[in-house]
T-cell receptor, first 118, second 114 residues
Framework: GAVVSQHPSRVICKSGTSVKIECRSLDFQATTMFWYRQFPKKSLMLMATSNEGSKATYEQGVEKDKFLINHASLTLSTLTVTSAHPEDSSFYIC??????????????FGQGTRLTVV | AQKVTQAQTEISVVEKEDVTLDCVYETRDTTYYLFWYKQPPSGELVFLIRRNSFDEQNEISGRYSWNFQKSTSSFNFTITASQVVDSAVYFCALIRYNFNKFYFGSGTKLNVKP
């Protein structure tokens, strides 16, 4: 099946610095990628929808300037957590749909990135 | 509004026992899709099944089976003869037709003890 690769899998950063997380579709083109956040022992919450070549669509309550999303190509979307703080520590996971897929097809998820801000 | 409820936070069973994970959903849409995903300790989400709202046939795949009942808005997942490798968090999710957003339940952590 399709593979989505997310990098890094773990990152520890100092408070105030920025962290970039990459999400790549390895064997298919994805015009749309999604970024989720998962708090410990909680469900996944959609943060934003990343569209290739256009601005991301953010869910209500998600700070656009805090979580910068760039989808520069059909196989790569990046999430940058700017000026990270300890409360940004979480598990971030991306997903992608095959280009042209209908809504009932599965989304492929990356391995996730565990961010710890110290 | 859409909502997915997984009332069982954590379940512990002994290997070879059968276990059912409950999922109840809310939506006013007539067309929607239901999913189950497995999240092992490593974190990635593993796709298990997708079901559209017009297909109420139950499905069996090896030791896994799913019972979709629109009358009770439930999409339950049963593992037969559980194994230690089944230990993970399982998420039920819903997508509305023509939308991309997953609505995930809170997940059920399954512990299968040897």
């Amino acid at each position: 099946g399709a593979v989505v690769s997310q990098h890094p899998s773990r990152v520890i950063c100092k408070s105030g610095t920025s962290v970039k997380i990459e999400c790549r579709s390895l064997d298919f083109q994805a015009t749309t990628m999604f970024w989720y956040r998962q708090f410990p022992k909680k469900s996944l919450m959609l943060m934003a929808t990343s569209n290739e070549g256009s601005k991301a669509t953010y869910e209500q309550g998600v700070e656009k300037d805090k979580f910068l999303i760039n989808h520069a190509s059909l196989t790569l979307s990046t999430l940058t957590v700017t000026s990270a703080h300890p409360e940004d520590s979480s598990f971030y996971i991306c997903s992608a749909r095959v280009q042209g897929a209908t809504y009932d097809t599965e989304a492929f998820f990356g391995q996730g990135t565990r961010l710890t801000v110290v | 509004a859409q909502k997915v409820t997984q009332a069982q936070t954590e379940i512990s069973v002994v290997e070879k026992e059968d276990v059912t994970l409950d999922c109840v959903y809310e939506t006013r849409d007539t067309t929607y899709y239901l999913f189950w995903y497995k999240q092992p300790p490593s974190g990635e989400l593993v796709f298990l099944i997708r079901r559209n709202s017009f297909d109420e046939q139950n499905e069996i795949s090896g030791r896994y089976s799913w019972n979709f009942q629109k009358s009770t808005s439930s999409f339950n997942f049963t593992i037969t003869a559980s194994q230690v490798v089944d230990s993970a968090v399982y998420f039920c999710a819903l997508i509305r037709y023509n939308f991309n957003k997953f609505y995930f339940g809170s997940g059920t952590k399954l512990n299968v003890k040897p």
